[in-house]
Structures are given as structure tokens and as C-alpha cells.
């Protein structure tokens, strides 16, 4: 990991038109790079709104629909990694929930498809099948960079503390989770699970939500979250559009990882029996 650099999530609504979301993106893309980003982060679905109904319609194939050139475009230009959200993405008849990765030349990193898919039932406020439309991914995404190693995963995920350990233990140093919690469960998990990451595996955890939209339809908590390898908040959004920026160190890492060495203290051979 390089000594220190300075990484921005990018926080905004998501409207119906393809074309808005990219110009707001854009903008803020060019807005991160100019605070002196070298690490910038979209939200979950940040072309297309978060509804099953839409993902068909906005799906793109990658790397060659336009949303995947405007983001290679966007990080050559201002010669940053991006870490592109998450888009609909049209592989033959299937369609994946996908995060993009670029380097600072435009070229593709990588790309991981969301693994779990978020099918949930919140008695009275929230139903929610993305596997009616969705595609889940198979394997983990750890990406290496000129800045650290990025393990990226999406939303959902987040969950699921193996995934994050199987992503630690490639390598990773920052965990990247794009997302778009409903209000629900982000009042009442968002920065408890995002800090636990942190914590379990003594990572950088980055998670960049859309700004909560006017009108109806999919509501998102908001409050992109910046958290230290001590579970400490390094900086947060609130509910609107924002642009949040974090300074991320390795002496900080280094540090927690020397003073309570739980990684190196696992004892794997005690969890095989774990289905």
C-alpha cells in the first residue's frame, strides 16, 4: 500500500434518464480529482435506478456499451483509479449487477459481479427479488493498484463476512462497496456492518450510497462512509449530494495489524468444520 492518498466517494441521486446520471457522475468525478483524489468511488446502480423493472432496459454490455467507455474515458482523463459503481450489465441472456475497474490509463482492472443478490421481505416497508432479473457472480474481486490492493464487492454483500476475509486473505487492503441500502436496513445496519468489515479484517473500508432522490420509487440511506482498520469513522455523507473525501495511510494499517495481530493469530485449521 502507498504511503498515504487521498480517495473520494461520490454521493448522488440516481434519476430515470441514463444520460443525467452520467453528467452528474461525470461532474463529480472531475470534482474528486480536482480535491486531489486518486482513488474515486461511484454508488451502486449509478446509471440506472435501483428497480428490478429498469435493469433490463438499462443494461449495457461491458466493456464496450457507453457507460463502460465514459468511465475509462473519466479515469484517463483525470488519471485516477475508479472504481465505477455498479451498472446493469447484458453478458448473452444474462444480466449482472457489476462494478467496474479502471486504472489511471483507462484500461479495465477488473470487474466483479455481485455475488449475493438481495432478496429480501421487510414486513411493511421494503420487498425486494433482484434475482427475478439478476444474475449472481461466483468469486471474489481483488483488484492490485499503484495505491493498495482493492477488494470490491457490491451492496448485499456486505453481509457476508466470508466474502470480505476470502478478499483480505488475497490481499486486499481497502474493501469497496458500492451500495444502495434501503433506509431500513441502513438505520439500523449501514455503519454497524461497514465497521465490523473494518474491524474483523483490519482493512480500509469504503462504501459509496446514492443520495436520496425527490419523488418516489427506491429510497436509498445515503451516508457514504469512509471507516479506518480500527473501525473508526474517517469521514461520512449525510443524505444529499456529497462529495466525501478520506485520507488513507499505511502507517495506520501497519499499525493496527502490529498492536493486535489478529489475522496472523487465525487459526484456519479450527474453521474447515464451518459448511
Known amino acids: 500500500m502507498q504511503d498515504e492518498f487521498r480517495a473520494a466517494l461520490c454521493q448522488f441521486p440516481v434519476t430515470g434518464d441514463k ?109 425486494f427479488c433482484e434475482s427475478e432479473v439478476i444474475s449472481s457472480g461466483s468469486s471474489p474481486t481483488v483488484v492490485g493498484t499503484a495505491l493498495a490492493t482493492l477488494g470490491v464487492a457490491i451492496c448485499y454483500d456486505l453481509r457476508f463476512p466470508e466474502l470480505a476475509r476470502a478478499m483480505v486473505l488475497r490481499g486486499a487492503e481497502v474493501l469497496v462497496y458500492p451500495a ?34 425527490e419523488g418516489d420509487g427506491y429510497v436509498p440511506y445515503g451516508h457514504s462512509l469512509a471507516v479506518g482498520p480500527w473501525g473508526n469513522v474517517l469521514a461520512e455523507a449525510g443524505v444529499g449530494e456529497e462529495l466525501v473525501l478520506a485520507e488513507l495511510r499505511r502507517e495506520e494499517l501497519e499499525r493496527v495489524r502490529r498492536e493486535l495481530p489478529v489475522l496472523r493469530q487465525r487459526r484456519p485449521g479450527l474453521y474447515r468444520c464451518c459448511p
Not at 186 to 203: E, F, I, P, T, Y
Not at 205 to 211: D, E
Open 180 to 213: 444502495a441500502f434501503s433506509i431500513p436496513t441502513g438505520s439500523a445496519h449501514w455503519h454497524v456492518l461497514l465497521r465490523a468489515r473494518a474491524v474483523d479484517n483490519q482493512v480500509f473500508v469504503l462504501a459509496a450510497s446514492p443520495a436520496r432522490p
Open 19 to 127: 444520460q443525467e446520471n452520467l453528467a452528474r457522475a461525470e461532474e463529480m468525478v472531475a470534482r474528486a480529482a480536482e480535491a486531489g483524489a486518486q482513488l474515486v468511488v461511484l454508488p451502486e446502480m449509478f446509471n440506472c435506478p435501483y428497480d428490478t423493472r429498469y435493469f433490463p432496459l438499462f443494461a449495457e454490455q461491458c466493456p464496450e456499451g457507453p457507460t463502460s467507455q465514459a468511465l475509462a474515458r473519466w479515469a484517463r482523463r483525470s488519471g485516477i483509479y475508479l472504481v465505477g459503481g455498479s451498472i446493469p450489465e447484458r453478458e448473452g441472456e444474462r444480466i449482472y449487477n457489476t462494478s467496474l475497474i479502471y486504472g489511471p490509463d483507462g484500461e479495465l482492472l477488473g470487474k466483479h459481479h455481485k455475488v449475493h443478490l438481495f432478496d429480501v421481505d421487510v414486513a411493511g416497508r421494503v420487498r
